[in-house]
């Protein structure tokens, strides 16, 4: 399990506080160079520091984050300090042995590796470690991100924050739409549900209530909001090439204008819509209405011929299909009108919902299977033995008569060949979109980056007044920033901005985001791995922007890319915007077969001495535990990580 669903995380980011060693190399003063947070006493801040939160603030031409004791503060930090509970051959797992090794797999464990990777330069921890590290759990108390994911856990309505689900708008994607969906989808974010969700989320949950209530709430540095892999539409822009090539993300507006405005069930979400509106689209129409006032003047700025701004589709309601008896499992007719549009089909039984068409022919509720032939309206309903209807109940259905993909209004657009001649068939870079209508969709994006991102400003700000808005834990991904118009939206309501990272920032690039974000401070992490010197030597790296040989040369990219990145600065200003550098990840991934991590699933650190075929002692601060049983002896990356992050301190003590 890569993350602890449905909770919010947080990321610590300590500094060298009293009672660790400090890391080999580094002046043996470095612990009376820091203050209780981390923060490096010698970069004080002029002005005065809010009481009990973090800010970030330019010293000369540098950001930085700015702690509670008024430091200047800049982040080292380890992604995912978490526990793979994948099994392995010998059918044990991280989680068990960690057990074997420390003792425990909670607080015993944290604190050593913590230690650990403080040791290697690391002073902080990015979003999706375990919560044993937090400051109620370990006698070190370090600063702390939190992490919610309202877009992500509000389409299943996990813990029934809000009063129903969200949609997954990608589930209704238009069939002309033949790009990347991903897995776990993307948010309606215009739903009322995904703000009352995001609310109740930080005011009820157990944990988001005692870092509230703590003595220890000064240590949180800022919230993030999402996981940029649901963020599809917010990743790699249109105006830099991905590394590798051809990842570059489709345009949110184009997949809004084409998919259906409709969605009735979801069986992945495990969810069955009462209201069937998928608000993003509704947005759109209304920001179109907003500008042309009327269909006439839409039609002739996009050359389209529309003859409604909502569906011309026929809604149909409440159709009987039969009475049931008591005993009867299986239903068929034929319905009254055809033809039947997709995705907008709701089977009732008396008056309660009961399922739903899935765009695909399909029926599904909880209690009921079926079918629909979307043509001929021929429609068959499956219940089990142990739902069936009570006698006397009336099933009934609800749909629309050529709708969406079909009719001739606004909302029923889907990209069909048509309609080329104003919507194109370029859904990423928008090449042979008509002129007003991309002018459109770049404003439609630029409209619902700023909704998703005020939302979530506001709630946390509701629920912790004065703390930092991080934004999703990435934007822009593959090494290339997001669009324009989603910096342009974040320079609005960020305080701090997590680009999407991996490869080196060529300058254009960060003057292209200095040019549309602004002169804001920017995170980012880097994603290295060398499957072949490691212990997952069998496996091709999966999804790594860069894989290389050995553990060294996987180091000495790690090195290329911190020295880049303390010294990036916009051509505009001279500003150096970087505020942090993070690690992906502390683990290696089975699942993902990618050597992302400095600890092997054997609980052994890539350092050359470690993860060996040897039973030998653990390197310091561990050194009193037994480490080594690999199946081979790898190489060692730790070396070059440490001298990079000493790199990083040693800038900003000179600075």
């Not at 998928?278 to 006032?293: F, S």
């Not at 790690?558 to 916009?570: D, T």
């Not at 990356?637 to 992050?645: E, W």
Request: glycine fraction near 10%; charge should be negative; charged fraction near 15%.
């Amino acid at each position: 399990m890569r993350f602890r669903p449905h909770i919010l995380f947080f990321a610590a980011l300590g500094g060298y506080l009293t009672g660790h060693p400090v890391p080999p190399g580094w002046p043996s003063n470095s612990h009376e160079r820091l203050d209780r947070y981390g923060g490096l006493k010698e970069i004080s801040s002029a002005h005065q520091a809010t009481p009990q939160r973090w800010r970030v603030e330019k010293f000369g031409d540098k950001w930085l984050f700015v702690d509670p004791d008024n430091h200047g503060y800049f982040m080292i930090g380890m992604y995912v300090l978490n526990q793979d509970q994948s099994r392995d051959a010998q059918g044990q797992s991280y989680y068990s042995r960690s057990i074997q090794k420390y003792g425990d797999a909670g607080a015993g464990w944290a604190e050593q590796q913590v230690a650990r990777i403080k040791s290697w330069g690391f002073n902080s921890l990015g979003v999706g470690y375990s919560w044993y590290a937090l400051p109620t759990s370990l006698p070190d108390k370090a600063p702390f991100w939190g992490w919610v994911r309202p877009a992500y856990y509000a389409m299943a309505n996990t813990d029934h924050y809000a009063t129903a689900p969200i949609k997954n708008i990608l589930f209704g994607a238009s069939t002309y739409y033949t790009g990347y969906r991903p897995g776990e989808g993307v948010g309606d974010y215009y739903d009322q549900n995904l703000d009352v969700y995001l609310q109740e989320l930080l005011s009820h949950h157990p944990l988001n209530r005692q870092i509230k209530n703590s003595r220890y709430s000064d240590f949180m540095m800022g919230v993030a909001a999402d996981d940029g892999d649901e963020m599809f539409g917010f990743g790699a822009g249109p105006d830099f090439a991905t590394v590798p090539p051809g990842h570059n993300n489709a345009h949110l507006g184009w997949l809004v204008l084409t998919m259906s405005p409709s969605q009735t069930a979801n069986r992945s979400k495990q969810a069955l819509y009462n209201d069937t509106t998928v608000y993003c689209k509704k947005a759109l129409r209304d920001q179109l209405i907003q500008k042309y006032q009327t269909i006439m003047a839409l039609n002739s700025a996009w050359g389209s011929h529309y003859t409604t701004f909502d569906s011309s589709g026929i809604p149909i309601e409440r159709e009987v299909v039969a009475q049931a008896d008591g005993t009867s499992l299986r239903f068929t007719k034929t319905l009254a009108t055809s033809i039947v549009t997709r995705f907008t089909l709701q089977i009732s039984a008396g008056q309660t919902l009961i399922a739903g068409d899935l765009g695909d022919g399909t029926i599904w509720g909880p209690s009921v299977t079926g079918s629909i032939n979307y043509q001929t309206g021929a429609l068959t309903l499956e219940f089990p033995a142990s739902h069936a209807p009570p006698p006397g109940t009336m099933i009934t259905v609800n749909y629309v008569q050529n709708g969406w993909a079909i009719g001739t209004g606004l909302l029923d657009e889907d990209g069909r060949p048509s309609h080329r001649a104003w919507i194109g068939t370029d859904f990423t870079y928008l090449k042979n979109v008509q002129n007003q209508v991309k002018e459109d969709l770049n404003n439609y994006l630029y409209e619902v980056a700023s909704h998703y991102f005020s939302v979530c400003k506001s709630k946390i700000q509701a629920w912790m007044p004065g703390v930092l808005s991080l934004g999703p834990d990435s934007l822009g991904s593959w090494g290339a920033p997001p669009p324009a118009q989603v910096l342009q939206a974040a320079s609005r309501y960020l305080d701090v901005m997590i680009l999407g990272g991996g490869a080196p920032v060529s300058q254009t690039a960060l003057d292209f985001i200095y040019q549309n974000l602004g002169d804001k401070p920017l995170l980012i992490g880097t994603f290295q791995t060398a499957n072949a010197d490691s212990a997952l030597y069998r496996d091709h790296a999966s999804i790594a922007l860069y894989d290389f040989p050995s553990q060294s040369a996987r180091g000495a990219h790690y090195e290329e890319l911190a020295r880049s990145f303390s010294a990036a600065a916009y051509s505009e200003n001279g500003s150096r915007p970087f505020v942090g550098i993070l690690w992906w990840q502390y683990l290696d991934n089975p699942g993902e077969k990618n050597n992302w991590g400095l600890v092997s699933l054997l609980d052994n650190a890539y350092d050359g001495h470690e993860a060996v075929h040897d039973s030998v002692s653990c390197s310091p601060p561990l050194q009193r535990y037994r480490c080594g049983g690999e199946e081979r002896d790898y190489g060692d990356v730790i070396t070059s990580v440490r001298i990079a992050n000493q790199q990083i301190l040693d800038s900003l003590q000179r600075f």
